[in-house]
């Protein structure tokens, strides 16, 4: 049994997100606690818990993934930014749902916390 998780109710239209892209592989929506200006998560349509749970047939949604990120930072006018993928809960992961970050619109320090 695959677990409920807030992203796969907002995939199902059970509850509401800010939209910015959809496809028939993956959706994009703003977070809902944004930590800088531009903060949107990009989330495949397939439930996968995490990075952990990915298989080799899984490449080309990775790789789609990745290109939709670029294609909405780049939309949203970003000269800089960052994706982040937290991957386990010590890492910072609390939806178990696969996700991109994608967060710019500030200068960003490195390392990360
Ligand atoms: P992570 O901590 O990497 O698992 O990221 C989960 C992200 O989902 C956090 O940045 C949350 O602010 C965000 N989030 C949780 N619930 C929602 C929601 N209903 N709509 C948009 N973003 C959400």
């Not at 409920?4 to 509401?16: A, C, D, N, Q, V």
């Not at 703003?30 to 397939?46: E, F, S």
Request: net charge negative; aromatic share 6%; charged share 25%.
């Amino acid at each position: 049994m695959t677990e409920e998780t807030i992203f796969s109710k907002i995939l199902k239209r059970e509850i509401p997100c800010d939209e910015v892209y959809s496809d028939e592989h993956c959706i994009a929506f703003r977070d809902i606690q944004p930590q800088a200006p531009v903060h949107i998560l990009v989330i495949p349509r397939k439930t996968i818990a995490s990075l952990k749970e990915v298989e080799t047939s899984d490449k080309n949604l990775l790789g789609h993934l990745m290109i939709v990120s670029a294609k909405i930072a780049k939309e949203q006018e970003l000269e800089n930014w960052r994706t982040v993928i937290n991957t386990g809960e010590e890492a910072g992961q609390t939806v178990f749902h696969l996700h991109i970050h994608i967060i710019g619109g500030r200068k960003l320090l490195w390392p990360p916390g």
